[in-house]
């Protein structure tokens, strides 16, 4: 068996992460074909995969996530992998709401890896003590009091790199963090007018300006990963990002609650948790040694002893029921336990920025807004009425 792994795992952690899917693969029999393509959120390996299936050439597994898997399923580009599913009795062990992004008209198309958590902040304790705080901040004000005082006592506060997805992390932080769960849902899922340019949005926007004010004056292009080495090399306090960042400190051999914190984003108005998937779809290939390659992929990937070596190093938790956390440090027993809480309030909410709330065309006409907004003087209010006119653009 064996199988060409499109992906964008190429940073300390997510290469380690992959590796061990490799080596999972390889002592099954089977010979991997690794075709990474760098680029921070994917976008690049978007990109190389339409080119790769426009000529024919489609690779057999791709790192696709939610409402992508839709459209390539739609186009008839993806696998049936539904006896897999029956003998692996995956029904059984993913969750209902992960099933529904893994499914395509009732059929598996693709596999959950993990479940991230993208709402997270990540601190360096020892400069969060030069201004007297010793836990990341729990409100947005709170965050600005000590963003202030980080600068006053010449530290840059957020390490942040300048790229769209990047910029757009950090603002549906704030619109869940400022209006609450329900907020978000309306404003980031549903699109609602009344919500895109509500008082509440005015604020985020107004948000989003202070916290361009806490970046240091380098961060244009700069890559995720490296924002987060700042925060681990004390030349930041704090980063605003996913769970794959953790996966970096880990990667580093940073003890987490120790040489660096991690607390979910201010909340104002209620928690919550921006959940990111990431999974395979197995697009459609000729010759029986691929299929079987899919098969053993999908199988492995789904399976109890993948599923914690993988999340251990990524930073993510298990996407299935029945793995222990027990070897899972502080911030993924944390991220599990919100999860469990958060699903029961209307919390557990897909992540915008990271293609699992709404299709491209639509997440992408919000994101432009959104790093137009953060890397120059627009106005809030041009903000909103300039949101809601790409909204309306990219729905024609
Ligand atoms: O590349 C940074 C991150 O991008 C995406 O959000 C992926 O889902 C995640 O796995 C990856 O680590």
């Known amino acids: 068996p064996t199988a060409e792994v499109l992906h964008w795992w190429t940073s300390g952690g997510e290469a380690k992460a992959v590796a061990a899917l490799k080596k999972d ?18 976008d690049a390996a ?24 839709q459209e390539w399923a739609e186009q008839g580009a993806l696998a049936n992998l539904n006896d897999v599913a029956k003998k692996e009795k995956w029904d059984e062990v993913i969750p209902q709401r992960i099933q529904e992004i893994m499914k395509y008209k009732g059929d598996y198309v693709a596999v959950p890896v993990n479940i991230h958590r993208v709402n997270w902040i ?15 901040p729990k409100t947005w004000a709170e965050f600005n009091t000590l963003a202030d005082k980080l600068k006053a006592a010449g530290i840059t506060p957020l390490a942040h790199g300048g790229q769209p997805w990047q910029d757009a992390t ?17 404003a980031l899922i549903d699109l609602d007018e009344d919500a895109l340019k509500s008082d509440t949005m005015k604020n985020v926007f107004d948000e989003m300006r202070k916290i361009r004010g806490y970046v240091d004056p380098d961060f244009p292009g700069r890559d995720w990963n490296l924002a987060t080495a ?12 996913g769970d794959w960042a953790k996966g970096e400190f880990l990667a580093a051999g940073k003890v987490p609650g120790k040489d660096f914190l991690c607390s979910a984003t201010p909340a104002d108005n209620g928690n919550g948790f921006l959940f990111n998937t990431d999974s395979f779809a197995m697009f459609k290939v000729d010759g029986e040694d691929k299929i079987e390659g899919q098969k053993l992929l999908a199988e492995l990937i789904v399976g109890k002893k ?30 599990a336990a919100d999860m469990a809480a958060d699903e029961k309030t209307g919390g557990f909410l897909p992540s915008m920025a990271h ?11 919000i994101v432009d807004v959104v790093t137009a907004h953060f890397n120059s003087d627009m106005t809030s209010d041009e903000a909103m009425n300039r949101l809601v006119e790409a909204i309306e653009l990219a729905k024609d």
């Open 230 to 241: 700042m925060v681990m090399n004390g030349k930041a306090a704090m980063q605003i990002m």
């Open 170 to 186: 950090i603002f549906e932080t704030v619109v869940l963090g400022m209006g609450g769960p329900e907020f978000f849902q309306k």
């Open 122 to 136: 990540w601190s360096n304790p020892e400069l969060l003590a030069k201004v007297g705080a010793t836990e990341g």
């Open 355 to 365: 293609g699992m709330a709404l299709p491209g065309h639509l997440s992408g006409a």
């Open 46 to 69: 978007m990109t190389v995969l339409r080119s790769r299936v426009l000529s024919g050439d489609a690779p057999s597994a791709v790192q696709l996530k939610g409402p992508a898997i």
């Open 25 to 42: 693969f390889e002592e099954h029999g089977g010979k991997w074909q690794d075709s990474p393509v760098a680029g921070g959120a994917g």
């Open 306 to 335: 993948f599923q914690k070596t993988f999340n251990l190093l990524k930073g993510s938790i298990p996407a299935r029921t029945g793995v222990s956390l027990d070897d899972f440090d502080d911030c993924a027993k944390k991220s």
